[in-house]
T-cell receptor, first 112, second 115 residues
């Protein structure tokens, strides 16, 4: 059974800081790994998708890496802003239906 | 944004009553999923569908049933609601591509409270 862990559970940083969120998974047989953002009381917004054959993916100030053999991914956020405050969820796609298995998330607060 | 709507958005019901949640998509995507989100557990898959009338169970399917009679609609039914089914329910869709670029898009969620 696939299990996904995210560390830390919560993180508070001052504005402008660069930060790293961590995600680990137990079964390396994945199709892809996705990072989502969730604002309080809202749905999930897809940030980045890394295919199983890729090592990293970038979008603006976000960079996600994937080391499938070790079961790890990181989400790097550069020059953080208060608007980045949200919960960040990591999910891996596996199984015949490519269903997602989620971590519990990292709650990020960026202080002005 | 992907065209996914969920109804109702909020519902309060009593233990023992049946409840049906609806997910509607305008993207003509093949796959549809129901997840629940609970504090400390993240999102967990309840059921999914890979085509009209084709459904299968997920990780936490006990107490739930689903139906898909049209490509655009996926219904989740709580046969006899219990307090443990108080949760936020999310619907998701994907094209079901065989490549590893397949992305899931999520609806806005339904907050269900069972008293």
């Amino acid at each position: 059974k696939q299990e996904v862990t995210q560390i830390p559970a919560a993180l508070s940083v001052p504005e402008g800081e660069n930060l790293v969120l961590n995600c680990s998974f137990t079964d390396s047989a994945i199709y892809n790994l996705q990072w989502f953002r969730q604002d309080p009381g809202k749905g999930l917004t897809s940030l980045l998708l890394i295919q199983s054959s890729q090592r990293e993916q970038t979008s603006g100030r976000l960079n996600a890496s994937l080391d499938k053999s070790s079961g790890r991914s990181t989400l790097y956020i550069a020059a953080s802003q208060p608007g980045d405050s949200a919960t960040y969820l990591c999910a891996v796609s596996s199984g015949s239906a490519r269903q997602l298995t989620f971590g519990s998330g990292t709650q990020l607060t960026v202080l002005p | 944004d992907a065209g996914i709507t969920q109804s109702p958005r909020h519902k309060v019901t009593e233990t023992g009553t049946p409840v049906t949640l609806r997910c509607h998509q305008t993207e003509n995507h093949r796959y549809m999923y129901w997840y629940r989100q609970d504090p400390g557990h993240g999102l967990r898959l309840i059921h999914y569908s890979y085509g009209v009338k084709d459904t299968d169970k997920g990780e936490v399917s006990d107490g739930y049933s689903v139906s898909r009679s049209k490509t655009e609609d996926f219904l989740l039914t709580l046969e006899s609601a219990t307090s443990s089914q108080t949760s936020v329910y999310f619907c998701a869709i994907s094209e079901g591509q065989t490549t590893s670029t397949d992305t899931q898009y999520f609806g806005p969620g339904t907050r269900l409270t069972v008293l």
